[in-house]
C-alpha cells in the first residue's frame, strides 16, 4: 500500500530496557511500512540523559511545545541501586515528572478493554479514566534529612523581605522534614482540562482530595475546581446530562470499588500516581492502560503507563524469551499519529 504522508513532525522520545526494545519493533514492524514517519527525535534513555546532564529532557519538553504532539517511551528513575548499575553521575530526577511540569498538564489513564480479559473488580462494567495532576506536590518538593535537635519552620517572605512563619516540628531526636507547594493557576488549568475532557467523553467527574486534614493545601484544590466550575462549566455540563462533585478520597476509593465505572476520576498528582496503579492492575495491568498527558496548551504527550520491564529485559539480553505485552505502546503511537493527523487535518 501507498505510505500516509505526514506533513508536521511529531516528537519522539525513545527509552529504557525491554520497553525500548519493543518501542523499536513496534516502528519497525507497525509503523514505518505503512506511514512515512516524520520524528524530532530523543534519545531519553538513562545513558543520555547522564551523558547530556538531563538536558535531553528538557529540551523534548520544548520539543512538544512548538510541535504538538509527542510520544514517549517508558524510562528509567534512578534510584540508589540504579546509579550503582548504570554507573550514573546522580540520582536524575523522573523524566516524566519534568515534561510535566514543563507542560503543566494533566495526566489521563484509562483501560484498553478487550473482551474475554475481565476486571478484578467484578461490578466494572466501563472504564473508570484516572486524571492526574502533573504538577508539583511531592514531585517537587524539598527535602531535608534532620540529624540534631532543633526547630523546623516554614518561612515565606515576600517581596518587600517581611516575613510569615510557621512551626513544622520542634525536633528532639532525628528525623526527615519535606515541603511541597502548589501553583492557583496550574491547579486552574488541572480543573479545566478535567471537566474539558468529562465533556468530551460524556462522563460524570468526580474530584478527589483530603481537606478534612489539609485543610489549606486540599482545600485550595477544592474551593479552585467548585470556582472553575460554577463559573466556566456548570451549564455545559448540564447540557450535556453529566454531574461533577467533589469528595474525599477515602470516599472516592470506597466508591470506585462498589460502583460499575464509566466515570472521570481527577486527582492530586501523589493520589493519582497510587491510584492509577490500582486501577491498572485491576483492570489487567499497566500494560492494558492508555496515557495521554494533555496540556492547557494543547499539547498532547502520549506513553506506555507501565515501565520498562527491567526483569524481561536482562531474560532478552540473556537470550531468552521475553514474553512482553506491547499492547500499551502500540496504542501510545496509534493515538499519537492518530492526533498528529487530527491537528494536521490529515485524517482519510
Not at 1 to 25: C, H, N, R
Not at 47 to 75: L, M
Not at 85 to 98: D, F, G, H, I, R
Request: proline share 3%.
Amino acid at each position: 500500500m501507498e505510505q500516509i504522508e505526514m506533513s508536521t513532525p511529531l516528537v519522539e522520545m525513545d527509552g529504557d530496557e525491554m520497553a525500548a526494545i519493543l518501542w523499536k519493533e513496534t516502528k519497525e514492524q507497525l509503523i514505518l511500512p505503512f506511514v512515512n514517519l516524520k520524528v524530532e527525535y530523543y534519545d531519553l534513555g538513562i545513558r543520555n540523559r547522564d551523558a547530556t546532564e538531563d538536558q535531553v529532557t528538557i529540551d523534548s519538553a520544548e520539543a512538544t511545545k512548538k510541535y504538538g504532539v509527542a510520544v514517549k517511551c517508558a524510562t528509567i528513575t534512578p534510584n540508589l541501586e540504579r546509579v550503582q548499575e548504570y554507573n550514573l553521575k546522580k540520582m536524575w530526577k523522573s523524566p516524566n515528572a519534568t515534561i510535566r511540569a514543563a507542560l503543566d498538564g494533566t495526566v489521563f489513564r484509562a483501560p484498553i478493554l478487550i473482551k474475554g480479559i475481565e476486571p478484578y473488580v467484578k461490578s466494572w462494567k466501563k472504564p473508570i479514566t484516572l486524571a492526574r495532576h502533573a504538577y508539583g506536590d511531592l514531585y517537587r518538593a524539598a527535602e531535608m534529612r534532620i540529624d540534631r535537635p532543633g526547630k523546623c519552620e516554614l518561612v515565606f517572605t515576600d517581596e518587600n523581605g517581611q516575613e510569615t512563619r510557621q512551626l513544622v516540628h520542634q525536633f528532639t531526636a532525628p528525623g526527615v522534614v519535606s515541603g511541597s507547594h502548589n501553583l492557583d493557576a496550574s491547579i486552574r488549568n488541572f480543573a479545566r482540562c478535567c471537566m474539558n475532557y468529562a465533556l468530551d467523553v460524556k462522563e460524570n467527574l468526580l474530584f478527589s482530595a483530603k481537606d478534612t486534614i489539609s485543610k489549606v493545601y486540599d482545600r485550595q484544590f477544592r474551593e479552585i475546581f467548585k470556582q472553575v466550575f460554577m463559573d466556566e462549566y456548570v451549564e455545559a455540563f448540564n447540557q450535556a446530562g453529566i454531574t461533577y462533585e467533589y469528595c474525599l478520597i477515602d470516599d472516592a476509593v470506597s466508591k470506585a470499588i462498589k460502583n460499575e465505572g464509566g466515570y472521570v476520576w481527577a486527582c492530586q498528582n501523589y493520589d493519582g500516581d497510587v491510584m492509577s496503579d490500582m486501577l491498572a492492575t485491576a483492570y489487567g495491568s499497566a500494560a492494558m492502560m492508555t496515557s495521554v498527558l494533555v496540556s492547557p496548551g494543547g499539547q498532547y504527550e502520549y506513553e506506555a503507563a507501565h515501565g520498562t520491564v527491567r526483569r524481561h529485559y536482562y531474560r532478552y539480553l540473556e537470550g531468552g524469551v521475553a514474553y512482553t505485552n506491547p499492547l500499551a505502546i502500540i496504542f501510545a503511537w496509534g493515538s499519537a499519529l492518530e492526533k498528529r493527523g487530527e491537528l494536521d487535518g490529515n485524517i482519510p
